[in-house]
């Protein structure tokens, strides 16, 4: 290995994702930490008036870890989880999230709970993702606000912790994905307005931020939503453009035996 490969080997160790067991775990006692449980029942509460209202077949849930689900309530019989690396005793299938063991447009709900922020490449997991959702499936995506208290927290802490680590997508810049991909925005929400602090004492009063923040309609929440829809795209079928045949004159055959008539 020469000193370029070391450099960016070593660069990739330090600012990239860790593995995929490895992020698991982490992602998986971060939302045990008090700090982190309160952000996923908030989460939660957004989620499940989302998902209790949306039918279907089969629902997937993509995240990091399969740990803990947000679709555990909903409506929707065949429920779809995979575990991001084998490990003794594990009760669900294994498979990476940025290539999904399903077939094209064969599911009806997806939540990416956090899926773009823990992963290395976030366009090509949101392509794979919209690859096998149906066209009018309908996506949930849950992910770190970087305008917010939270956003700003991150900037004077060391990244290798989670949320930390977490790419923590912009508003904009997802928005302008998901128009490339054909994925309507239906609705949009905001929610974790609290302090990424771990004091007992404020951590108890999440749910009052939380009225308060969604009684003022604040966008500046540590966390935000989006539901989009896959747009079915019609089918114009091609009419072909037939050129008009030009109109011939006439021409009569000459009369080998011409008989005129006297009167």
Partial sequence: MNILSKHATRRRLIHGMPDSNVLAGMISRWFESPLGAAVLETERQIATPILDRLFGYHILQIGCTEDHSLIADSPIGHKIIFAPAYRKGIRFPVASIEELPLASDSIDVIVLHHALDFTEDSHKLLREATRVLRPGGQMLIIGFNPVSTWGIWRLFHRRVHIPWRGRFISRNRLEDWLNLLSLQVDHSD???????????????????????????HSPLGGVYSFLCVKQEIPVTPIVPRWRPLRAHPAVLPAAKNVRARIH
């Fill in 190 to 216: 905001s929610a974790v307005h609290f302090l990424p602090v771990r004091i007992g004492r404020l951590l108890q009063n999440t749910q009052r931020w939380e009225r308060l923040g969604q009684r003022l």
